[in-house]
């Protein structure tokens, strides 16, 4: 089965209707608990998160560039 979701923005992976990361099934989602997943919501909340802490790690952790570019 496949599904398209009229609130979902591919570009940021974002559901506008609930201002936040897509996750399907999640609460509020126009699913709700009418299909049954794989894997569970909540594991799939979870590793969300991590991949979102990954991110803004690395971004934090990213070396600083000098204004102007790195040229010779
Ligand atoms: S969380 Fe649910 S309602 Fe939101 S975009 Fe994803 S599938 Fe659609």
Redesign the pocket.
Known sequence: MS?S?????PNRD?????NT??????R????GDKVVFAVPVEERLREKEREKREVEWARLNAPLRKPGGGGR
């Not at 979701?5 to 923005?9: G, I, T, V």
């Not at 990361?21 to 999640?26: A, E, F, L, M, Y």
């Not at 509020?28 to 699913?31: D, I």
Request: with cysteine; glycine share 10%; charged share 20%.
């Open positions: 599904f979701c009229p609130h979902f923005d974002f559901c506008l209707r609930l990361d897509c996750v399907p099934g999640r509020g989602c126009v699913l």
